[in-house]
């Protein structure tokens, strides 16, 4: 398994933005497919991005499409999620996971073997 320790949330007002880092160690962070997951209060755990193990090929939730985007630094072994125009129904704890299906970009958080801790952001109106 590798470890995943997110960063980079806060409070924002609804038309900001924000950027999430995940910092990887312990394997080959070449190794793995990386995703952004959330959950919000009373609700059950979403997908929210997902990027390959060479950064080639993202995909996302309807919900954040345009105006979310996933990237990753294999030099520096660390996946970024820019949000922008931010919205409160985006306000959630925010989870970086890894899959050893490197190739994959599932939004199915059963394929996840690894995750952080969260870090929460907060949107207000």
């Known amino acids: 398994q590798v470890q995943l320790v997110e960063s980079g949330g806060g409070l924002v007002q609804a038309g900001g933005s924000l950027r999430l880092s995940c910092a990887a160690s312990g394997r080959t962070f070449r190794g793995y497919a990386m995703g952004w997951f959330r959950q919000a209060p009373g609700k059950a755990r979403e997908f929210v991005a997902t990027?390959?193990?060479?950064?080639?090929?993202?995909y996302y939730a309807d919900s954040v499409k345009g105006r979310f985007t996933i990237s990753r630094d294999n030099a520096k072994n660390t996946v970024a999620l820019l949000m922008n125009s931010l919205k409160p129904e985006d306000t959630a704890t925010y989870y970086c996971a890894a899959t050893g299906k490197r190739w994959a970009v599932t939004s199915e958080a059963a394929d996840y073997d690894s995750w952080g801790q969260g870090t929460q952001v907060t949107v207000s109106s």
């Open positions: 990027i390959n193990w060479s950064g080639g090929t993202t």
